[in-house]
């Protein structure tokens, strides 16, 4: 505190956001994708064509379906991601006669026909990885997560002590300035998109509070299971007492959004066809802020409503809306929107951040052309994440089209593509000079989404001149959305080329510090 209050918090400001920030980085752009998940999805599996336009009828057609192909089975389930959804997803548990090799799920589309889609883990890898991180344990991975947020948390509030103007900078945006554009560009993103940037990071701790702080639970409860079982309540089916018909699905599913005023996004069906057959109709993820579903419970035969399950309380509903805000699922194609171009702000305020500090001290160096290993660690590190990640991102979709159709394990030849992707992007910027680095990786971005919509039209039947003469929205936004990125790597590409064929500042040459965010 020698230096004073602000300058303190400069300071930490600094150290927190460049020792997490990679990242975090990696965290808020895998997160702001998310907000897409479903349409990633979508075009990941274009062998689905239709979606589910009216759930009663699409829970119906499913039922029927497996009352086709999986008629022993002990248990039913069907599934739908909400209205955006490509499809369903069904599971059945086979009967003790069953071969040990029969098969337990299948996808259908909203028609309630197979769908023989290609394997892939679509836009639900992107949206897991920024949380669970994939490669690394789910325990320690949702830890360090969690460490990370609460550094931008430290990030967020120190950042907004050391602002002297945090008016003005909302309005000051200095292009071709060097280090004071990358100043402008952190201080813009971050104090213009502010409310939302603690909000997701705040209600993403609230997500995992039960990982990061469990003794309310082992206050409460014998075990974790225990808690499990009494906040999410998953009955066991009963014991079979003789085969009855199972009654229609689709006036229970009707019949249950009336009461809600909400769709329905499950049906699981215990014992179909035998007199205890339960027929339990949930909440979809996207019917409401809150992502804590309820659900009513019907007898099977008669139809008649034999319970339900409403979560409830005031600390349940405030994690549960919490949590909800946090996802975005409830939001229309208008907020979704929202949503995303406000993450794009977080990543803009990560990386304008890391940048920052390579270009602050670099001009401090005794000689700029040949700095210290730490600074050079540092700015390969930036290059690996910041032009790395959106590389390998665009390798993921590539591999989507470009692997065979066929096969098994091909969702993880999708994932392995991405991080080969991710680690050749690191390897690239070890071994080339920096400036050289920079533009070949985001000329090389540029080119991976450039070439996205050329491969989905060279393989596939969907390109973008015909979803767009079909209006498929989903299938021409995602591939004009790949353009536009390609567009803006291109340009950052073409930036960084003519800055790197400028003349290098002059050794020792350090600019005025404009506030105290260029103190540290």
């Known amino acids: 505190m020698k230096n004073g209050f602000r300058q303190s918090m400069a300071w930490l400001h600094t150290w927190t956001g460049l020792l997490l920030g990679w990242l975090l980085f990696a965290i808020f752009v895998t997160g702001t994708s998310s907000y897409f998940q479903e349409e990633i999805t979508a075009w990941m599996t274009p062998e689905v064509r239709s979606r589910p336009a009216d759930a009663p009828e699409s829970f119906a057609a499913a039922t029927r379906w497996l009352a086709r192909e999986a008629p022993g089975a002990g248990e039913w389930s069907i599934y739908s991601a909400g209205k955006r959804a490509a499809g369903l997803q069904l599971y059945w548990v086979n009967g003790p006669d069953a071969p ?70 909302f309005f000051l945006l200095r292009l071709g300035k060097g280090q004071r554009s990358w100043l402008d560009a952190h201080n813009a993103s971050s104090v213009l998109f502010l409310p939302f ?30 808690f499990f079982e009494a906040t999410f309540p998953w009955p066991a089916p009963p014991e079979k007492a003789g085969a009855a018909p199972l009654t229609a699905v689709a006036p229970l599913v009707g019949r249950a959004e009336r009461i809600w005023g909400a769709g329905a996004g499950s049906v699981r069906i215990l014992n179909p066809g035998d007199r205890t057959a339960r027929i339990i109709v949930s909440t979809a993820p ?36 919490m949590i909800g805000l946090h996802a975005g699922r409830f939001a229309s194609a208008v907020l979704r929107t929202l949503y995303f171009l ?14 920052l500090w390579t270009v602050k001290r670099r001009a401090r160096l005794h000689d700029p052309d040949q700095p210290h290993f730490g600074f050079r660690l540092v700015e390969k590190l930036n290059i690996g994440a910041i032009a790395g990640l959106p590389f390998a991102i665009a390798v993921y979709f590539l591999a989507n089209r470009l692997l065979p159709v066929d096969g098994a394990g091909r969702s ?11 680690g050749a992007a690191f390897v690239w910027s070890a071994v080339r000079p920096s400036a050289r680095a920079w533009t070949e990786a985001l000329a090389a971005t540029a080119v991976a989404f450039a070439l996205i919509p050329v491969a989905s039209a060279l393989v596939t039947d969907r390109s973008l001149v015909a979803s767009l003469a079909a209006q498929d929205r989903v299938f021409a936004g995602f591939e004009m959305a790949m353009l536009l990125i390609a567009a803006g790597f291109g340009g950052a590409a073409s930036k960084a080329r003519r800055r790197a064929t400028r003349p290098t500042a002059a050794a020792g040459r350090r600019p005025r510090a404009s506030s105290a965010t260029e103190v540290a």
């Open 197 to 226: 940037i603690l909000m997701i990071t705040y209600t993403g701790l609230v997500s995992l509070a039960t990982h990061y702080m469990p003794w309310g639970i082992a206050a409460n409860y014998a075990s974790e299971e225990k």
């Open 286 to 321: 996207d019917s409401g802020m809150t992502v804590r579903q309820r659900s009513l419970t019907f007898d099977g035969v008669t139809g008649r409503l034999v319970s339900g399950h409403n979560p409830s309380g005031a600390a349940t509903s405030t994690e549960g809306t």
């Open 342 to 355: 406000s993450g794009l702000a977080g990543c803009v305020m990560v990386a304008s951040g890391l940048i």
């Open 412 to 422: 993880d030849r999708e994932i392995t593509a991405f991080f080969a992707a991710w």
């Open 100 to 169: 040990a090799d029969a098969p337990t799920s299948a996808r259908l589309d909203g028609a309630g026909r197979k769908s023989d889609a290609r394997e892939t883990r679509g836009g639900e890898f992107l949206y897991r990885f920024h949380y669970d991180l994939y490669y690394i344990n789910w325990y320690w991975a949702r830890w360090l997560v969690g460490i990370a947020a609460m550094a931008m948390l430290v990030a967020i509030l120190s950042g907004i002590v050391t602002h002297k103007k945090i008016i003005a900078d």
